[in-house]
Structures are given as C-alpha cells and as structure tokens.
C-alpha cells in the first residue's frame, strides 16, 4: 500500500503563484509514474502533468509554459510549481502514483484526497 499526502492549494489572484507537494510514503518501488489530476466543478478530471521513474514528463496544453513538475527522490516527493494562474485553473488537484509490478502488465494506482485551489479576483 502507497499513501499520498498533498499540501500547498489555496486562495490566489489571477497571475499569482502556488506549489504543491505530494509525498508518498508506503511500500513504494522505483518503477512509477506520478502527477496531478484536477477536477473543476461541472467538469470531468483531467491530467495536468507527470513525471515517470526515468525523468521524462508530460503537461496537459492548457499548463505548458505556466507549470512545472519536479522531485525528489530521496523524499519520495513531487511538486508542481503553477505559475501565472487563471481563474480556469481553479479546481480540487489530486496528485496520483501509478506503480508498476514485476510484469509489465501489473500496475497499481493509489490517489490522494486533494487540495483545492482556487483563483479568484
């Protein structure tokens, strides 16, 4: 079992700036994929960007530019840095880990409860 713990969502004006964190903790291996999710109300949860074991990342087009996936690996941990925030950004963002088992065909998600962020004038 992986346990997700997420921190940093808030209140922001648009153009500001947030970090989350994500920290896993658990019987974590060293083959995964990691990231955010959000979900806006009204709106169906979408990827907004991820990190794999081996460093490659992807952002979902409405992010590129604006946000910024990074680790730690020693801590088990990755951020998003979200810089100049639209009020379309506002959602709840869960951060997720898929790990991969000894055949390429087993994999196990594990999700976090979510930190809402919102931006508002």
């Known amino acids: 079992q992986v346990q997700l713990v997420e921190s940093g969502g808030g209140l922001v004006q648009p153009g500001g700036s947030l970090r989350l964190s994500c920290a896993a903790s658990g019987s974590v291996n060293n083959h995964y994929v990691m990231g955010w999710y959000r979900q806006a109300p009204g709106k169906q949860r979408e990827l907004v960007a991820a990190i794999a074991s081996g460093g490659t990342t992807n952002y979902a087009d409405s992010v590129k530019g604006r946000f910024t996936l990074s680790r730690d690996n020693a801590k088990n941990t990755v951020y998003l840095q979200m810089n100049s925030l639209k009020p379309d950004d506002t959602a709840v963002y869960y951060c997720?880990?898929?790990?991969?088992?000894?055949?390429?065909?087993?994999?196990?998600?594990?999700w976090g409860q979510g930190t809402q962020v919102t931006v508002s004038s």
């Open positions: 997720k880990r898929r790990e991969y088992g000894l055949r390429d065909e087993d994999e196990y998600d594990y």
